[in-house]
């Protein structure tokens, strides 16, 4: 009995050896405990990155097209912003079924800059313009430039497979993977640069033009 009891203690302080080298050597490949021991070295630290954490900027930033040292503003006469408010108040008062598809577009592109141009793209994904985050992009599809797409179509890479989750906080989970406090700096910066040379106002412009039942 007296020898069980020692063989069972050895094993036990062999197996916590080997078990704090593995989470010493590399902390990543370390199995997470689960339960409450689990949360709390989770809080402490002590368990390494959480499983999926990645690191580093989004590698398609250096494939954005050129951006112009100086960008000449273009004229615009701001018809695309006004009609976008009317329909942007819809959007608040939870009308959006009442919008067809291009109300909906100019809605949600106004909306896009508006949110990226306060809060970046970080913002953006995390509030409520991020359940349409899909829908979003089809906007910009239709309505241009081909740069603001690029630049969004980069923003999307920083969820899995392009495709933010419907929920916000999954949202917010997904994008806390990422151990880059600046993602979004660089892209959040096109944005703001087509933002004041009214590229996007031009683009809304155009857009109800070519819909003038807008």
């Given at each position: 009995?007296?020898?069980?009891?020692?063989?069972?203690?050895?094993?036990?302080?062999?197996?916590?050896?080997?078990?704090?080298?593995?989470?010493?050597?590399?902390?990543?490949?370390?199995?997470?405990?689960?339960?409450?021991?689990?949360?709390?070295?989770?809080?402490?630290?002590?368990?390494?990155?959480?499983?999926?954490?990645?690191?580093?900027?989004?590698?398609?930033?250096?494939?954005?097209?050129?951006?112009?040292?100086?960008?000449?503003?273009?004229?615009?006469?701001?018809?695309?912003?006004?009609?976008?408010?009317?329909?942007?108040?819809?959007?608040?008062?939870?009308?959006?079924?009442?919008?067809?598809?291009?109300?909906?577009?100019?809605?949600?592109?106004?909306?896009?800059?508006?949110?990226?141009?306060?809060?970046?793209?970080?913002?953006?994904?995390?509030?409520?313009?991020?359940?349409?985050?899909?829908?979003?992009?089809?906007?910009?599809?239709?309505?241009?430039?081909?740069?603001?797409?690029?630049?969004?179509?980069?923003?999307?890479?920083?969820?899995?497979?392009?495709?933010?989750?419907?929920?916000?906080?999954?949202?917010?989970?997904?994008?806390?993977?990422?151990?880059?406090?600046?993602?979004?700096?660089?892209?959040?910066?096109?944005?703001?640069?087509?933002?004041?040379?009214?590229?996007?106002d031009k683009a809304m412009?155009?857009?109800?033009?070519?819909?003038?039942?807008?």
């Amino acid at each position: 009995m007296r020898t069980r009891v020692l063989y069972g203690v050895f094993a036990a302080l062999l197996i916590g050896y080997f078990a704090y080298v593995a989470v010493t050597r590399d902390p990543s490949k370390a199995s997470r405990p689960r339960g409450k021991v689990g949360l709390a070295l989770s809080l402490l630290g002590a368990t390494g990155p959480a499983p999926g954490s990645r690191s580093g900027r989004l590698l398609c930033v250096g494939s954005l097209p050129h951006a112009p040292a100086e960008r000449p503003k273009v004229a615009t006469t701001k018809m695309g912003q006004q009609v976008a408010a009317r329909l942007d108040a819809r959007l608040n008062v939870q009308l959006q079924d009442s919008l067809n598809e291009d109300q909906r577009d100019l809605a949600l592109y106004s909306r896009l800059i508006g949110e990226v141009g306060v809060n970046g793209f970080h913002g953006m994904f995390t509030n409520t313009l991020g359940n349409k985050a899909l829908r979003t992009r089809e906007a910009i599809v239709r309505m241009g430039p081909p740069e603001l797409l690029a630049v969004y179509d980069c923003a999307l890479t920083a969820f899995p497979s392009s495709t933010p989750h419907q929920r916000s906080d999954k949202r917010f989970d997904e994008l806390r993977a990422w151990s880059e406090p600046g993602l979004f700096r660089e892209l959040d910066q096109r944005v703001s640069d087509l933002t004041a040379s009214h590229e996007l106002d031009k683009a809304m412009d155009d857009y109800v033009s070519r819909h003038p039942a807008l």
